[in-house]
């Protein structure tokens, strides 16, 4: 049997697995997903949809541009995030490697890709971020998926 921890920790792996999905990205109105998704979290969901959800920590760094989709799961210290940001024809990668940083967050690991692209997981006493920048026919994306350091077993 599965403790409340690990059910609310694989309800949330599972939302954040589905916001990464590209057909959810394009959809617009109604998702019929998220009523599935809201029942397997309990109700404690938010598809932001274009708009940055409320609750998500001012000292996460997030690069300029256009929110293309955006949830939260979970609740009080085991709520996490997942953002998508179209960023524009310039990779954001170094940008975002600087902000974290000035943010005093640590690079824990990082792959560069081609064409500017590539991903890095950053680290404080209080979220764990992993950024994937990628290259799109429209320019650049920026992923961030933002989870509380201390929920890791």
Known sequence: MLS???SVSASVALVLALAATPALAGCSGENPIGGIVEQATGGNL?????????????TVPLTEGDVQFAIAAGEGD?????????TGAQSPLDAIEDDF????????VQASGSDGAGSVIFSSDDWNVAV????TDDGY?????????GTAN
Not at 46 to 58: A, D, H, K, R, V
């Open 78 to 86: 085991s709520r996490g995030y997942n953002i998508t940001i179209a």
């Open 141 to 149: 994306t920026a992923n961030y998926t933002v989870a509380p350091a």
């Open 46 to 58: 938010s598809l932001g949809g274009t708009e940055i959800p409320e609750g998500f920590p001012s």
């Open 101 to 108: 940083a000035a943010a005093g967050y640590e690079s824990q």
């Open 132 to 135: 994937i920048v990628a290259s």
């Open 4 to 6: 409340a921890r690990h």
